[in-house]
């Protein structure tokens, strides 16, 4: 599968955005997939995960209550609401799909738990 991720962008403290991970090549329906973000100068971190039937979610601690994953298999893609958006947000994200992934928030919040990986897209907050 062909993960194409979009929707980053340059914004003020307190705005939103929505990140799009679209994919293609497979049926995404049946792929768990995750959101994951890079900072200048520090480790890829995981900001938010679903399921493949979208029943259950995860999110890391710094993101919860503000961002939002949800996917429309309709579609083939998977989305990432992002409000109240905070200088610290500021990162590359990435979105990862696996189809034989397993359950739950510790294999989930994993890089290698997912095989396939899309480009990532600029999110920049100014304070």
Known sequence: VQLQASG???????????????????TFSN???????Q???KEREFVAAITSSGLSTYYSDSVKGRFTIS???AKDTVY???NFLEPEDTAVYSCAADRDACTGYKCLST???YEYWGQGTQVTVSS
């Open 80 to 82: 990432l609401q992002m």
């Open 39 to 41: 900072a200048p100068g």
């Open 8 to 26: 980053g962008g340059l914004v003020q403290a307190g705005s939103s955005l929505r990140l799009s991970c679209a994919a293609s090549g497979r």
């Open 111 to 113: 890089e290698r738990s």
């Open 71 to 73: 996917r429309t298999n």
């Open 31 to 37: 792929y768990a997939t995750g959101w994951f973000r």
